[in-house]
């Protein structure tokens, strides 16, 4: 069964700093991992979208990466702004999942203080 | 403005009611689904749809139904049946494949009073 884990739960950072966020999941079997944004009280906002042949993707300050033989990817905020707090989600969709199902991690809380 | 709505942004329910949450897009996807969040956790699949007429469950897929009637259309109805429904919904969508990405909607938040 896939599961997939967010460490840390909760990050708070100084304005300016660069930061990572890691992601993790059991089953190398997957055809993508999707990055996501949600501020409280709202929908989720896709950032990124990586498909399991691909090694990253970069959009403006973002950068995700993904090493599926280990069962990883990273979200790597470059010059961190207060902007940028919010519930932060990866979830990957299975090579094995039948209509397109998702599977969440459980989140990381980004504050950034300006 | 292409996007996925979803109607109402808050809803409460008193015991024994059923109650149905709205979701549209106008995205052209033929996919879409519901999920839960509940806090602390991450997101949960209630069911989905690939095409009209047609749709799956999902995980937790236990006290709620659906229909799909139009491409653009996918409600969710929590029934009595569903004994702890207080939770955030959220609707998204997809181009049916297996690469493709997901959009979600704005979510409803539900409360049991």
């Known amino acids: 069964k896939q599961e997939v884990t967010q460490i840390p739960a909760a990050l708070s950072v100084p304005e300016g700093e660069n930061l990572v966020l890691n992601c993790s999941f059991t089953?190398?079997?997957?055809?993508?991992l999707q990055w996501f944004r949600q501020d409280p009280g709202k929908g989720l906002t896709s950032l990124l979208l990586i498909q399991s042949s691909q090694r990253e993707q970069t959009s403006g300050r973002l950068n995700a990466s993904l090493d599926k033989s280990s069962g990883r990817s990273t979200l790597y905020i470059a010059a961190s702004q207060p902007g940028d707090s919010a519930t932060y989600l990866c979830a990957v969709r299975g090579a094995y999942n039948q209509g397109g199902k998702l599977i969440f991690g459980q989140g990381t809380e980004l504050s950034v203080k300006p | 403005d292409g996007g996925i709505t979803q109607s109402p942004k808050y809803l409460f329910r008193k015991e024994g009611q059923n109650v149905t949450l709205s979701c549209e897009q106008n995205?052209?996807?033929?996919?879409m689904y519901w999920y839960r969040q509940d806090p602390g956790q991450g997101l949960r699949l209630i069911y989905y749809?690939?095409?009209?007429?047609?749709?799956q469950k999902g995980d937790i897929a236990e006290g709620y139904s659906v229909s799909r009637e139009k491409k653009e259309s996918f409600p969710l109805t929590v029934t009595s049946a569903q004994k702890n429904p207080t939770a955030f919904y959220l609707c998204a969508s997809s181009i049916v494949g297996a690469y493709n990405e997901q959009f979600f909607g704005p979510g409803t938040r539900l409360t049991v009073l």
């Open positions: 089953d190398s079997a997957i055809y993508n």
């Open positions: 995205l052209n996807h033929d996919a």
């Open positions: 749809s690939q095409i009209v007429n047609d749709f």
